[in-house]
């Protein structure tokens, strides 16, 4: 009687704020593609998280840890056993913000970096994956105008920290040390009216792991085809739910 066949082993990877948007539609996606999966989160326990443990295929491949992007033990515990890593956690800041190195810059980019510096001493990870935004290529006032946006162009780190803009100014400088660091290792605000640059959360967790089991891959890779100003978005979604209370313009 021939012996049966070994299943594939399971590829184990870790993905940080998981219990975010773009990371929870991750750990959907990977869970599905039969992935294990150990998901960090700020506090596992919390009931805005319950959601990541009734996903499909979660009971039996998916573990949550405790881990603040600013502790490399806790994240060491995370993402030992991991053979890659998605990056997607990452501040966004309200309106007021009292003290934009504490809670903007050091989580974005000392915490990108604790994240770079576990994966670079495990013995078992192969590839990091990091989430950053387009807000690291907006502000670029030397762009040519009618030139689209790629891959090339950055935004600028002054105009970005002098207009307060505080998200921007970390999601460059710290997309910016990732790839450093890769080279060397192996409210009113947001309804401004210009333009949005957006696109499907499905299509994003869809782009991380195409990135990911691509072993060509590597760089930089812009995820937002369409775009859109505030003011259309109000417009459209007023089409949809009529009776919400809207910006008036």
Known sequence: MAAMASPPPTTRVCV?????FIGSWLVKLLLSRGY??????RDPCDPKNAHLKQLDGASEMLSLFKADVLDAGELSAAIAGCEGVFHVASPVPG???VDPELEVMAPAVKGTLNVLEVCSSSKKVQKVVVVSSTAAVHYNPNW???KPKDESC????????EKKEWYSASKVIAEKMALEYAEKKGGPNVMRNMLLHIVDVRDVAEALILIYE???SSGRYL?????ISPKATVEFLKNIYPNYNYVKW
Request: a positive charge; glycine letters at 12%; charged letters at 20%.
């Open 154 to 161: 950055w935004s600028d780190r002054k105009i970005c920290m």
């Open 223 to 227: 995820c937002a085809p369409y775009h």
């Open 214 to 216: 691509k072993p060509e």
């Open 36 to 41: 294990a999966v150990h998901a960090t989160l």
């Open 95 to 97: 309106d007021k913000i």
């Open 16 to 20: 940080t704020g998981a219990g975010g």
């Open 144 to 146: 040519p105008p009618g």
